[in-house]
């Protein structure tokens, strides 16, 4: 099974809730899966198809429990292209008309006379928004496994049903967007967090435990491995900065010889050319009297003068003498 067929099937299996919520799921459900058609002068043919049994099943208990309607389950088989069976909830016709009333979808200036989206008054509460979004989930939602990445979607067939999603996720704060694909309105969420959010919200708790320990050991292992990264760059900084200096020493030591330089310099040289893989507070031990590594530091920055001196030519002052150049 995969992750998004478990998270639908947890929410499929949810108690429903109050009237009000139902009514918010039924008509989320019904335009999501596109299930109202127009069969002239006030008829209508109602639906809910979806790829799995406890879907519909939802549904069928809800319509049952709620307005003592009973629908009729039947599966359908997959076509030549697709060859998943899906399973189809049919509202009987002498229903449907009451139905539409009672789930805020008829609007007599819509086409066929139905609305977009349910009247405002059918998302209004705060839980009938979590609903709306839930039954929209379990027809056109996906989320992918945490292991693979961080994408929710929503894939629904009109840009108003796909705002109205996204405006009952607003509420919770959860910031969805919106895109367009194919003849679809895809509202999606890619931040770990909101995803979590979401799942939590539609009420996929176990789903929620599985996403975010794979979302906990990933974030670890990231910060290992940035931990890594940046240990292993370290190290390569202070080896380059290290072969940097041992080759102005050679420098120096060929073009004026180490024993022109001060005593301080001319050890310092001794001790950074005998131990390049030395740290600089470790150098510093090496001296005496020992030094700090603010000290090293300072030393090996005036060898690195002095090589770059000699190698342009300039005039070089040792300890306040003159250097000759050329000996
Ligand atoms: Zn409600």
């Known amino acids: 099974m995969s992750f998004a067929s478990d998270v639908r099937g947890e929410l499929a299996r949810l108690k429903t809730e109050d009237l009000c919520c139902a009514r918010s799921e039924l008509a989320a459900a019904l335009l999501a899966s596109g299930g109202i ?76 006379g139905l609305a977009e989206v349910p009247k405002p008054e059918i998302t209004g509460y705060a839980c009938c928004k979590k609903a709306f979004v839930r039954a929209a989930f379990l027809m056109c939602g996906a989320v992918m496994p945490p292991d693979r990445g961080y994408h929710f979607e929503i894939a629904l067939p009109k840009q108003s049903l796909a705002e109205r999603v996204a405006e009952c996720l607003g509420y919770y704060e959860i910031v969805a967007r919106i895109t367009g694909r194919k003849n679809r309105f895809v509202v999606y969420l890619k931040r770990a967090e909101d995803i979590s959010d979401a799942l939590t919200l539609l009420g996929a708790s176990s789903a929620v435990l599985a996403f975010e320990n794979v979302r906990v050991r990933k974030e670890v292992s990231n910060q290992v491995n940035r931990q890594m990264n940046f240990d292993a760059s370290n190290i390569n900084r202070v080896v380059e900065a290290a072969e940097a200096q041992i080759r102005d020493i050679r420098y120096i030591d060929s073009e004026l010889g180490l024993e022109k330089l001060p005593a301080s310099l001319r050890d310092m040289a001794y001790v950074r050319a005998n131990n390049p893989e030395m740290a600089l507070s470790s150098l510093g031990e090496l001296m005496t009297p020992p030094l700090g590594k603010s000290g090293v530091n300072a030393r090996l920055r005036r060898l690195t003068e002095i090589a770059d001196k000699l190698r342009s030519g300039e005039e070089i002052r040792l300890g306040g003498r003159r250097a000759p150049k050329d000996d």
């Open 37 to 112: 058609a127009w069969r002239g002068r006030s008829r209508y043919a109602l639906s809910i198809t979806a790829s799995d049994a406890a879907t519909v099943r939802r549904f069928f208990g809800m319509l049952k429990r709620h307005w003592g309607i009973t629908g009729q389950i039947r599966a359908l088989s997959g076509d030549a292209l697709n060859n998943q069976v899906r399973y189809q909830l049919a509202i009987p016709e002498e229903a449907s008309l009451g139905l539409l009333q009672a789930l805020g979808l008829l609007d007599e200036n819509g086409l066929f």
